[in-house]
């Protein structure tokens, strides 16, 4: 690919030379991108890849005058282009007038003499759930195409007072309903599927697919996400899951995760980022806006930006007590005698985590012992329990709000052409439509519940599920619980979906996570990367803990990058360049009392085919589109080894670095 460079001119030299400098020291993949501007041989013009530049060091930049933000914006868009990265699908909306008019405008501010901080013209790419005045609200849906919202999320507002633009409005799993953020091409729907920067044949995660794959590819320095049951975090190591989404996870309220992307993502305290009704909903007891950045510095600074700081948090149904939205970072926190909770009982011990991911945790666990980390395993069958009895976890919640939810953004909207019937019977992918159809068409609350299931829920199981996860932390005197981002290595896109849930919308699968119960509970998590599979392909954890305390969760972000460090970017050119991707549905026929509760570890099911149309970049794409394993998909979990129970006496940390006492 052509470098795509920028030159600092001598204007503000100096300063400039310092800010690089500083920025080289904190970031050591930025050090030997920075060298050429901050020490240039010969008098010559300095030049960065600006595109690759984080976040914070792109702020430098750019609040120094050393670049315009109208030039930022023409880097990242000459990255996009020379790097062919239009095929990765990231973006649903992209106006290019409309985001140099905006950099034009920050720059003719500062021209001004006005100030610009602390953004100084930054773009943010934006999930394409949360509203943003003069761009459509999508949600990878047809029925709400063309639709542009009359405001803004208030965070969006909050962005653009702070002198940040919109770079677009990304791609993600319809209406946010599957961590592989697949959607089959319907003829005449415009619908496409994200794909994964570091390979294309695999999963970017979802449901926020487009917003990680973006800040992942440098097309953008950050994203904003949307997080009801793992959207933000599973992407941005990025997970996907076994079955069909939320769709599946309102049926059972279980997910199994993939690893992908290596980036940070974030939840926050369920109230402290204020989306208000500029929010395209999926259960608003479980849904918060959330944030991605390459580095824990960028995250920290982004979410100061749209951390309602002033508020208290607030949730339906009174749990937890409201909590101060506040968050303390504490820069230089250490990890010698930290105590983390490692739940011993859901869904990576049974069926467990596959070989390679057992090492690569097994791997992480031992360095942070190493660095002075208290593992506390503990038996997480009373959080199990709690949500099990809590109304099936909360499913049938979700399903009962949706409606409702998506009822009063349409009316809040005036969106008096569409009802939530409309939007229903337009949905691109069977099996969401299976999935939603009790839910949406007929509400069916002999299934479902009923308004006095729904009020129980809000008052007595909800809050049951958060003092239990409150207990737990009291119990075993931890600080955070520390989980893997993943229970197998990230999967082909067209292996990725096995007989879980067909056109009847039955759903066959027993696998329970955390990330249920981060999400009920309100809890704060943050996901962030531990290395690369044998494929190149980055792997994580995640760390949570309860409500408020977002600073430390944060905090410990920055001591987890310190000791694993960010992961190398994707190639600079993307493999798919030159192609587009076609994923098709192909029904599957699944007969649960014939053929099992789940296809056992030799038979193969997919719901989706991959081909690659045109001229690939990449030779394996072009070969995979004719010849590769399409339409043949992979047994249920990756066949890569034994599975092993990482707290088990297979694990590389000795015992005696482990705490039994609880």
């Known amino acids: 690919m052509l470098s795509i460079c920028l030159v600092v001119t001598t204007f503000g030299a100096c300063a400039g030379a310092q800010e690089l400098s500083r920025a080289a020291s904190r970031h050591v993949h930025s050090r030997s991108l920075l060298q050429t501007a901050a020490a240039p041989a010969s008098g010559a013009p300095a030049t960065i890849d600006v595109a690759l530049l984080s976040a914070t060091d792109a702020i430098a930049l750019l609040c120094s005058r050393n670049i315009t933000s109208v030039a930022y914006v023409q880097a990242l868009f000459a990255h996009y282009d020379t790097g062919g990265f239009a095929c990765l699908n990231s973006f649903i909306t992209l106006n290019r007038p409309q985001v140099l008019a905006d950099a034009a405008a920050v720059d003719a501010k500062a021209a001004a003499g006005q100030s610009i901080t602390p953004l100084c013209g930054l773009p943010l790419a934006v999930k394409d759930s949360i509203d943003v005045q003069g761009y459509p609200t999508t949600g990878a849906t047809p029925a709400l195409a063309g639709h542009i919202p009359p405001y803004s999320a208030p965070l969006i507002d909050m962005y653009k007072q702070a002198n940040g633009i919109i770079l677009g409005k990304m791609n993600l799993a319809e209406l946010s309903t599957s961590i592989g953020s697949i959607n089959p091409n319907i003829p005449g729907n415009n619908i496409t599927t994200p794909l994964n920067p570091y390979n294309q ?24 996400c949307e997080d009801t049951g793992g959207s933000c975090r599973s992407p941005a190591i990025a997970n996907g899951e076994l079955q069909h989404g939320k769709a599946a996870e309102l049926a059972t309220g279980q997910r199994l ?8 993502g974030f939840r926050p305290t369920l109230g402290c980022y204020n989306y208000s009704d500029g929010l395209l909903p999926a259960t608003f007891t479980r849904d918060t806006v959330g944030a991605m950045g390459r580095t824990m510095t960028d995250l920290i600074t982004l979410d100061s930006i749209l951390r309602s700081s002033n508020m208290t948090s607030t949730a339906v149904g009174s749990i937890p007590d409201p909590v101060a939205c506040a968050a303390s970072i504490n820069p230089n926190i250490t990890l ?12 990576w011990v049974n069926p467990g985590l596959s070989s390679q991911m057992a090492n690569l945790t097994n791997a992480a666990l031992a360095k942070l012992v190493a660095a002075g980390v208290v593992l ?10 709690a949500i099990a009895v809590s109304w099936a976890g909360g499913t049938e919640a979700g399903g009962y709000e949706l409606p409702d939810a998506l009822s009063r953004y349409l009316f809040r909207h005036n969106y008096t052409d569409l009802n939530v019937l409309d939007i229903f019977n337009a949905i691109n992918k069977p099996t969401i439509k299976s999935g939603y159809e009790p839910y949406i068409n007929y509400r069916e609350f002999q299934r479902v ?9 809000l008052s007595t199981g909800r809050p049951s599920v958060a003092k239990a996860w409150r207990d737990t932390f009291a119990i075993h005197n931890v600080q955070a619980f520390l989980y893997p981002g993943s229970a197998v290595t990230v999967q082909a896109l067209d292996a990725f979906e096995p007989a879980v849930q067909f056109d009847n919308g039955t759903v066959v699968s027993a696998n329970t996570s955390f990330f249920q119960i981060d999400s009920i509970s309100t809890a704060t998590a943050l996901a962030f990367p531990i290395g690369m599979d044998n494929t ?29 460090g960010p992961m190398p970017p994707p190639p600079t050119t993307a493999a798919c360049s030159g192609c587009t991707a076609n994923v098709s549905y192909v029904p ?30 990449s030779n394996y794409l072009t070969s995979y589109g004719k010849t590769g394993p399409v339409g ?21 940390v000795p015992a005696t670095n482990i705490s039994t006492a609880g």
């Open 201 to 224: 044949t695999k999963i970017p995660g979802g449901s926020s697919g487009g917003s990680a794959a973006s800040v992942a590819a440098r097309i953008a320095p950050w994203a904003l």
């Open 257 to 264: 995760f993939y690893s992908c992307i290596g980036i940070f």
């Open 336 to 347: 010698k005698g930290l105590r983390l909770g490692l739940p011993s009982n859901f869904g």
């Open 376 to 385: 506390v395993p503990f038996d997480s069958s009373s959080l199990d329990q």
């Open 449 to 457: 519940g009923s308004d006095t299931d729904w009020v129980e829920y």
């Open 536 to 564: 190149g392909t980055p792997a994580g954890m995640q760390i949570s803990a309860p409500p408020g305390n977002d600073g430390l969760m944060l905090s410990l972000g920055l001591a987890m990058e310190r000791m694993f």
């Open 588 to 617: 599957a026929n699944y007969n649960a009392t014939l053929n099992g509760p789940i296809p056992n570890a030799t038979q193969t099911w997919t719901s989706y085919t991959l081909t690659f149309n045109g001229q690939c970049a």
């Open 632 to 652: 043949k998909g992979v047994s249920l979990l990756d066949t890569t080894g034994i599975r092993s129970n990482y707290v088990n006496a297979t694990m590389l």
